[in-house]
């Protein structure tokens, strides 16, 4: 499916937010599960990493909203049907920067939530809303030099399976299984502070949903690997520039051990996207909690 249009708004109050508006708040991450899509991994923004710049005891309070409508319906690349899937979907996200063992790190918390509906040619997938699966995560910088702009994390995460989720439903937002990821991203200057490079990789595993269908049928999952990569180029008063693309390998799905056959699905195996962005900063400083 290709977005029609797509509406996003970010809002955030931190305690000690400092000079924060050159850095990423948060990653872009899957936003819904579709009951007939594998998910896919944690998705990034172009200096995610380079949080790391953030002061320990820095609390965030961030909330997201998307709303997207998507209109086509597409199978080996040949669109096969129309209608319209519109979704209104939010992220609270709480997170605190701490030093553990002379590293920083920033424990946090996500849950999703929102609604989906179709209608028109996609009438019969009918409608949801509520809260999708929780994510816990944090990354850990093993190299941390905001001078220098140079930093490497290692982020594990895992969704606990808590989003609503109805097996007679073609449209969910939790996906009734756990899932796990680890990843590491590097984020270097290229020849100065205003020019910086973003590579980063992952690999997710996932968990059995048993209660999948009508049937209740048992859906397996192959690990799912993700490489992206990011250049930002700041502009200065609080604007940049920012081209990024990234690639999907793997994530096969079975049901009941009969293999789905979706290899080439255009969502999720062997993708390579291409996104191209400017970006204007807003920060919001107030206090939250000590």
């Known amino acids: 499916m290709t977005n029609g249009s797509?509406?996003?708004?970010?809002?955030?109050?931190?305690?000690?937010?400092?000079?924060?508006r050159a850095l990423?708040?948060?990653?872009?991450?899957?936003?819904?599960?579709?009951?007939?899509?594998?998910?896919?991994?944690?998705?990034?923004?172009?200096?995610?990493?380079?949080s790391g710049a953030i002061p320990a005891g820095t609390n965030l309070a961030l909330l997201y909203y998307q709303h997207a409508q998507r209109n086509k319906v597409y199978s080996d690349g040949n669109q096969v049907a129309g209608g319209d899937l519109k979704s209104d979907v939010?992220?609270?996200r709480l997170v605190r920067f701490v030093d553990i063992g002379g590293f920083r790190a920033d424990p946090q918390i996500l849950l999703p939530f929102g609604s989906l509906k179709a209608s028109n040619d996609l009438?019969?997938?009918?409608?949801?809303?509520?809260?999708?699966?929780?994510?816990?995560?944090?990354?850990?910088?093993?190299?941390?030099?905001?001078?220098?702009?140079?930093?490497?994390g290692v982020t594990p995460a895992v969704w606990v399976p808590i989003g609503s989720y109805d097996k007679n439903k073609p449209l969910?937002?939790?996906?009734?299984?756990?899932?796990?990821?680890?990843?590491?991203?590097?984020?270097?200057?290229?020849?100065?502070?205003?020019?910086?490079?973003?590579?980063?990789?992952?690999?997710?595993?996932?968990g059995h949903n048993d209660d999948y269908g009508p049937n209740s049928q048992t859906l397996t999952q192959k690990p799912l690997y993700q490489f992206q990569a990011w250049l930002k180029y700041n502009l200065g008063g609080g604007f940049d520039l920012r081209a990024g693309t990234s690639h999907f390998v793997g994530g096969e799905t079975s049901v009941d051990g009969v293999a789905s056959d979706d290899r080439s699905?255009?969502?999720?195996?062997?993708?390579?996207?291409?996104?191209v962005g400017l970006r204007a900063r807003l920060?919001?400083?107030?206090?939250?909690?000590t």
């Open 6 to 20: 797509r509406v996003r708004f970010k809002g955030a109050m931190a305690r000690h937010f400092g000079d924060l």
């Open 24 to 50: 990423a708040v948060a990653a872009l991450l899957p936003l819904l599960a579709m009951h007939s899509q594998p998910a896919r991994a944690l998705d990034l923004d172009a200096d995610d990493y380079a």
């Open 90 to 92: 939010g992220i609270l």
């Open 123 to 152: 009438n019969a997938l009918g409608s949801t809303s509520g809260v999708g699966d929780l994510i816990v995560t944090g990354t850990v910088w093993l190299v941390n030099k905001p001078d220098q702009g140079e930093f490497f």
């Open 172 to 206: 969910n937002l939790g996906e009734h299984r756990w899932k796990y990821l680890l990843q590491a991203g590097y984020t270097t200057p290229l020849g100065s502070k205003d020019l910086s490079l973003q590579l980063a990789a992952d690999v997710t595993g996932f």
């Open 265 to 275: 699905h255009p969502d999720h195996q062997r993708q390579v996207r291409l996104r």
């Open 283 to 289: 920060a919001l400083r107030g206090a939250l909690w």
